[in-house]
């Protein structure tokens, strides 16, 4: 099974800030990454798909990009509604989920 | 729109069987690609299985193989989640979430349902 490494598992940061996930692939997975936003209470939400590309109508302070084993997911200025956990998924073989990243407004 | 609904989740024994559906509306059901994710209670998310547009191709995370069996109806737009001998360790949310795109198979999960929730306990 191939195993996604994210970090950090928590962060703080204020409003306006940049913020950076990374996500650590145990192999080669090319540009088979995605990221999700679940809300306490709430279902996933597919943002980025194949590492880069932002899903339609998720808004453009987020991104994505990497390749190969090394990941990296981006807000660009960090807004309240932005609470939420973060999660890569990998699809290089079945599907695996890295641990999330717990995102907090100091 | 899309709209995926899971129902079938309660409290059942260890050792027990219970069946999740998920009906799908908004989109033509039989040309996704569908999967089942679960969460247990304040942990993260756990892919269970997944199953080709046509019903053709299923595979199974190693934690439920040979327990849970995923099907679906393309006739009734429902994807279903058979678990048998069920576990106190598979207590969690179960969510059905469709393919991102139209006819491939294990890339990303596009829409998601809001999750059933299933609870194992004596």
């Known amino acids: 099974d191939i195993q996604m490494t994210q970090s950090p598992s928590s962060l703080s940061a204020s409003v306006g800030d940049r913020v950076t996930i990374t996500c650590q692939a145990s192999?080669?997975?090319?540009?088979?990454l995605n990221w999700y936003q679940q809300k306490p209470g709430k279902a996933p939400k597919l943002l980025i798909y194949d590492a880069s590309n932002l899903e339609t109508g998720v808004p453009s302070r987020f991104s994505g990009s990497g390749s190969g084993t090394d990941f990296t997911f981006t807000i660009s200025s960090l807004q309240p509604e932005d609470i939420a956990t973060y999660y890569c998924?990998?699809?290089?073989?079945?599907?695996?989920f890295g641990g999330g990243t717990k995102v907090e407004i100091k | 729109q899309v709209q995926l609904v899971e129902s079938g989740g309660g409290v059942v024994q260890p050792g027990r069987s219970l069946r999740l559906s998920c009906a799908a509306s908004?989109?033509?059901?039989?040309?996704?690609?569908m999967h089942w994710v679960r969460q247990a209670p304040g942990k993260g998310l756990e892919w269970v299985a997944v199953?080709?547009?046509?019903?053709?191709?299923?595979y199974y995370a190693d934690s439920v193989k040979g327990r849970f069996t995923i099907s679906r109806d393309n006739s009734k737009n429902t994807l279903y989640l058979q678990m048998n001998s069920l576990r106190a360790e598979d207590t969690a949310v179960y969510y059905c979430?469709?393919?991102?795109?139209?006819?491939?198979?294990?890339?990303?999960?596009?829409?998601w349902g809001q999750g059933t929730l299933v609870t194992v306990s004596s």
């Open positions: 199953i080709w547009y046509d019903g053709s191709n299923k």
């Open positions: 192999q080669d997975i090319s540009n088979y």
């Open positions: 998924q990998q699809y290089d073989n079945l599907p695996t």
């Open positions: 979430a469709r393919e991102r795109g139209l006819g491939v198979v294990v890339t990303a999960m596009g829409y």
């Open positions: 908004g989109f033509t059901f039989s040309s996704y690609g």
